[in-house]
């Protein structure tokens, strides 16, 4: 298990942009696929994206492909996703996530940060 903290959340207006970053402790990031979901009030988990061990595949879920970017650094164990183009309907919690296969399934995710609010306004 790796612990997670999300940070760069935060209130924004819609057409904005906001990049969310991932910090991982220990020495075994690269070891890990990641992934950022995430859940809005009454609604269920969603995914939004993930990337490989190495960085060199990713993949994004219909709503927000060509909007957002997930990126890592395994050098400074983190995480990012850019999100471009904000709209309302992208409010909720984002969720970063570590795993050991490349999924766009909550399960197979055994690590997850606290979470860290997106609010985009009108």
């Known amino acids: 298990q790796v612990q ?3 940070s760069g959340g ?5 057409g904005g942009s906001v ?19 995430r859940q809005a009030p009454g609604k269920e988990r969603e995914f939004v994206a ?5 960085g060199g595949s990713t993949y994004y879920a219909d709503s927000v492909k060509g909007r957002f970017t997930i ?10 996703l ?5 709209k309302p309907e992208d409010t909720a919690v984002y969720f970063c996530a570590a795993g050991p296969a ?3 399934l909550v399960h197979p995710y055994d690590s ?3 979470g860290t609010q997106v609010t985009v306004s009108s």
């Open 10 to 14: 935060g209130l924004v207006q819609a």
């Open 50 to 54: 993930t990337i490989s061990r190495n």
């Open 4 to 6: 997670l903290v999300e």
């Open 82 to 86: 850019q999100m471009n183009s904000l």
């Open 19 to 37: 990049r969310l970053s991932c910090a991982a402790s220990g020495r075994t990031f690269s070891t890990y696929v990641m992934a950022w979901f």
């Open 71 to 80: 990126s890592r650094d395994n050098a400074v164990n983190t995480v990012y």
């Open 102 to 104: 490349y999924s766009v």
């Open 112 to 114: 997850w940060g606290q």
